[in-house]
């Protein structure tokens, strides 16, 4: 059984830096599939930063040059590094991964964690 467990979420001034892990457990499919997700009040789940099939890295737009994802192996951990956080960065922060490398191709992801609150104070 898969189990994904966030932290390292809280309460930060902008301009602030933050660093979540998202520890792996279970039978994944591979470490290099995981990646950031959040949600913001009143709106919908987005995708923050995840490694692709391609052997690269995609982000949103609005975290590009402030966010970084990061992945240890011996920990079975992947990191999300936040600098220069806004408030509009504010929301529960998920780590996922996909089920199959089929689910990966296609950007679907089957394992969720439970969340991790991120709010940003201006």
């Known amino acids: 059984q898969v189990q994904l467990v966030e932290s390292g979420g809280g309460l930060v001034q902008a301009g602030g830096s933050l660093r979540l892990s998202c520890s792996a457990s279970?039978?994944?499919?591979?470490?290099?599939?995981m990646g950031w997700f959040r949600q913001a009040p009143g709106k919908q789940r987005e995708l923050v930063a995840a490694?692709?099939?391609?052997?690269?890295?995609n982000s949103a737009d609005s975290v590009k040059g402030r966010f970084t994802i990061s992945r240890d192996y011996a920990k079975n951990t992947v990191y999300l590094q936040m600098n220069s956080l806004k408030p509009e960065d504010t929301g529960v922060y998920y780590c996922?991964?996909?089920?199959?490398?089929?689910?990966?191709?296609?950007?679907?992801?089957?394992?969720w964690g439970q969340g991790t609150q991120v709010t940003v104070s201006s």
């Open positions: 996922a991964v996909p089920k199959t490398a089929s689910n990966w191709y296609r950007n679907e992801y089957d394992y």
């Open positions: 279970g039978s994944i499919f591979s470490i290099n599939a």
């Open positions: 490694f692709t099939s391609g052997g690269g890295m």
